[in-house]
T-cell receptor, first 110, second 115 residues
């Protein structure tokens, strides 16, 4: 059974204070690992897809990396508008369903 | 272009009643998914449609839950004899499917409250 564990559950940063969010996963065969951002009262918003260990992707202040057991979402010099819940999900080979972690609630204070 | 839309945005019902939740996917997306999200948790998979057929319904919790997609576009999630434990946000997603990048794009969700 696929499993995704995200840590920490919550993170409070000062504006400009860089940090990383962790996503540990177990899957029989990885088709893709997805990062989403979710604002309160809204649906998840797609950020990145990673397919194989060693892959990295960047978007503005966010950078996602992937190993065989975990993924990291690095946030460089965050701003208050980066405050949201960040969700990690895996897609197993042979299935289309995503298995999500419980998310990391990020708060960036000015 | 328009994203995934869901109606209603909020639904309050009484225990034992029947409800229908609607999802309108991104135009041209052949795959459609339903997920359920409880407070403080990530979305949980319910069912996946490829075209008109349910390709994977392994996430439906019991036979009170049923979903259809008769013309391969709009989908309706139907819940019979609702229970208080059914209260959650029901999310719909769609994707192009069939290729290596099967990115699922989510709608805003329907918040269901069962009193």
């Amino acid at each position: 059974e696929d499993q995704v564990t995200q840590s920490p559950e919550a993170l409070r940063l000062q504006e400009g204070e860089s940090s990383s969010l962790n996503c540990s996963y177990t899957v029989s065969g990885l088709r893709g690992l997805f990062w989403y951002r979710q604002d309160p009262g809204k649906g998840p918003e797609f950020l990145f897809t990673l397919y194989s260990a060693g892959e990295e992707k960047e978007k503005e202040r966010l950078k996602a990396t992937l190993t065989k057991k975990e993924s990291f979402l690095h946030i460089t010099a965050p701003k208050p508008e980066d405050s949201a819940t960040y969700l990690c999900a895996v897609q197993d080979t042979g299935r289309r369903a995503l298995t999500f972690g419980s998310g990391t609630r990020l708060q960036v204070q000015p | 272009g328009a994203g995934v839309s869901q109606t209603p945005s909020n639904k309050v019902t009484e225990k034992g009643k029947y409800v229908e939740l609607r999802c309108d996917p991104i135009s041209g997306h052949t795959a459609l998914y339903w997920y359920r999200q409880s407070l403080g948790q990530g979305p949980e998979f319910l069912i996946y449609f490829q075209g008109t057929g349910a390709a994977d319904d392994s996430g439906l919790p019991n036979d009170r839950f049923f979903a259809v997609r008769p013309e391969g576009s709009v989908s309706t999630l139907k819940i019979q004899r609702t229970e208080r434990g059914d209260s959650a946000v029901y999310l719909c997603a769609s994707s192009l499917a069939g290729g290596p990048s099967d990115t699922q794009y989510f709608g805003p969700g329907t918040r269901l409250t069962v009193l």
